[in-house]
């Protein structure tokens, strides 16, 4: 057991969109990540994803609307619903997720990390 400060650990995030394991707890990993700019049109099969903003804001779009989460704010995305997320600036994000969560969902490309670092 031990203490995690997230102001921290994500000051030895260097990456964009290249999530960080910084617990664990049952089988759902958290995650700290940072974004900039645009990711990719995705969904998640079976996993739901929760998105935690430390700071900035996140735009999280769906493909009938578009949903603003400032800092101490979080948004649920339920399993199936495609999602991007975008950051005009760059924003800090705790994720929390079960372990099979693969960042890109249903979809493989450059930005798709398997094998994540453990912070």
Request: net charge negative; aromatic share 8%; no cysteine.
């Amino acid at each position: 057991m031990e203490v995690v400060n997230l102001n921290d650990k994500l000051a030895k995030v260097k990456e964009y969109w290249s999530p960080k394991i910084v617990g664990e707890l049952n089988d759902t990993y958290v995650k700290i990540v940072k974004f900039t700019g645009e990711f990719v049109w995705h969904h998640h099969d079976d996993e739901d994803e929760l998105f935690l903003v430390v700071k900035g804001r996140l735009r999280m779009k769906f493909r009938d609307r578009e949903v603003a989460v400032s800092p101490g704010e979080f948004i649920v995305v339920p399993k199936g619903v495609e999602h991007m997320p975008v950051a005009d600036e760059e924003v800090q994000v705790v994720l929390i997720e079960p372990k099979t969560t693969l960042n890109t969902g249903n979809v493989r490309n450059e930005r798709t990390r398997v094998e994540l670092e453990h912070l």
